[in-house]
């Protein structure tokens, strides 16, 4: 998505070789014009899949799902990462490992929203160690629903997440996907092309 790999150019901060700070659009401050189009490249992308729900995890995913599930018509779910005591129903839950914070949490949804019925759109601002949306992928299995995918904002296809997902057999689409970056320089591959092939600086 051309406007979106302007923008990371444009305002994203590298801070390392792994980790880039796009708060000022993205995941902090965020461009709710961008997001609504956000949302409307995965209903493109995801065409013809008969999907129900949009599902992310708390906090950063929720603008795109939100976006998503305007799009498409259908609710949006987002996994909590610490039970609510108001969560007293019967829950799906994974673990996940945080690798920027260091600790393992358990993501919960309540079983009232998720089941065999169900086709679902999982849906996440990044894509790197893959561990948050492989626990995810896990809820969705054990629900009985069915997954049509899952869809990136920001990947950066050098970390492993993409491979552990595939491996799972999950379809992934990405809107900006990173080949290399370091401070003051950023790749991208090009769009739809498989992961690291074809770059442009
Ligand atoms: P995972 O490693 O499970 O794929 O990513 C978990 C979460 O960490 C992402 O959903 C995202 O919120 C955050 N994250 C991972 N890498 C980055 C990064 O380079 N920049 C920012 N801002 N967040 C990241």
Do not use: W
Not at 3 to 26: M, N
Not at 94 to 113: C, D, G, L, M, N
Not at 185 to 193: L, Q, R, V
């Amino acid at each position: 998505m051309r406007a979106l790999e302007e923008r990371i150019r444009r305002e994203g901060l590298i801070l390392s070789d792994t980790v880039l700070k796009v708060d000022s659009f993205l995941n902090h401050q965020v461009d709710t014009a961008l997001a609504l189009e956000i949302g409307q490249e995965f209903k493109r992308i995801f065409a013809g899949k008969p999907i129900t729900k949009v599902l992310t995890i708390e906090a950063s995913g929720i603008q795109f799902a939100m976006a998503t599930g305007i799009a498409l018509d259908v609710p949006f779910i987002y996994a909590k990462k610490k039970k609510a005591v108001t969560l007293a129903e019967q829950v799906y839950t994974a673990p996940v490992h945080s690798f920027t914070r260091q600790e393992t949490y358990q993501v919960s949804i309540s079983q009232k929203y998720l089941g065999p019925d169900d086709n679902v759109l999982i849906v996440d601002d990044f894509l790197a160690t893959g561990a948050a949306l492989v626990g995810l992928v896990n809820i969705v299995r054990e629900s009985g629903a069915t997954l049509s995918g899952v869809g990136c904002v920001i990947e950066k296809g050098f970390q492993e997440g993409r491979g552990l997902l595939e491996e799972m057999g999950v379809e992934v689409h990405s809107l900006a996907r990173i080949t290399k970056m370091s401070p003051g320089e950023i790749h991208f591959a090009e769009a739809d092309s498989p992961a690291a092939i074809k770059e442009k600086v």
